[in-house]
């Protein structure tokens, strides 16, 4: 069964730092693009970031490009979000999701993690 | 802001068919396909609809996805009280070199 579990998420000052992490299993992790979607309270949901397999290649929405650094780590089959100069704005659950291979569609979901930015 | 735009609500009574719809682009929609997913409050995203009309195993056949130019839409039949949930469209842009949802649309069983 495929699992994504993040963790790391929890209460920061603007201007701070967070690193999220995603553990994977069930799956040969090396070989699928893995992302970042979140979702501000109430609001819908925001494609963060991708990094894809074997080639490594990285993309970002523009409100997070400078500030957010995806790696992932296919020892340990795990994602990380690196966060810094956070924002109010920046205030969301994050979801760690898998493209399927070939794809462009999200086939799988983590249960998300709490990200609040407030003094 | 999105760049896929969805009514923000739809409603129908059990059994009739409601559509969604998504309006996108030449650099998303239009080049490329589109899924859907389903969300339940406080709940994670699920798969609903792949590469534009395609259902993962599991989804029940009532759900159907098509598109036309730079437009998709997303067909529940038989709508059924369980259905009443959140939808978004997604597709990849071209031009943003990124992945990009729709605004939403929630849907009402009455």
């Known amino acids: 069964e495929v699992q994504l579990v993040e963790s790391g998420g929890g209460l920061v000052k603007p201007g701070g730092s967070l690193r999220l992490s995603c553990a994977a299993s069930g799956f040969t992790f090396s070989h699928y693009s893995m992302n970042w979607v979140r979702q501000a309270p109430g609001k819908g949901l925001e494609w963060v970031s991708s990094?894809?397999?074997?080639?490594?290649?990285?993309y970002y929405a523009g409100s997070v490009k400078g500030r957010f650094t995806i790696s992932r780590d296919n020892a340990n089959d795990s994602l990380y979000l690196e966060m810094s100069s956070l924002r109010a704005e920046d205030t969301a659950v994050y979801y760690c999701?898998?493209?399927?291979?070939?794809?462009?569609?999200?086939?799988?979901w983590g249960q998300g993690t709490l990200v609040t930015v407030s003094s | 802001q999105s760049v896929l735009t969805q009514p923000p609500s739809a409603s129908g009574t059990p059994g009739q068919r409601v559509t969604i719809s998504c309006s996108g682009s030449s650099s998303n929609i239009l080049f490329n396909t589109v899924n859907w997913y389903q969300q339940f409050p406080t709940t994670a995203p699920k798969l609903l609809i792949l590469g534009t009309d395609q259902r993962p195993s599991g989804v029940p056949d009532r759900f159907s996805g098509s598109k036309s130019g730079t437009s998709a839409s997303l067909a529940i039949s038989g709508l059924q009280s369980e259905d009443e949930a959140d939808y978004y469209c997604?597709?990849?842009?071209?031009?943003?070199?990124?992945?990009?949802f729709g605004t939403g649309t929630k849907v009402t069983v009455l």
């Open positions: 990094i894809t397999s074997i080639t490594n290649d990285i």
């Open positions: 999701a898998r493209t399927s291979i070939g794809g462009y569609d999200f086939d799988n």
């Open positions: 997604a597709a990849w842009d071209d031009s943003l070199k990124g992945y990009v």
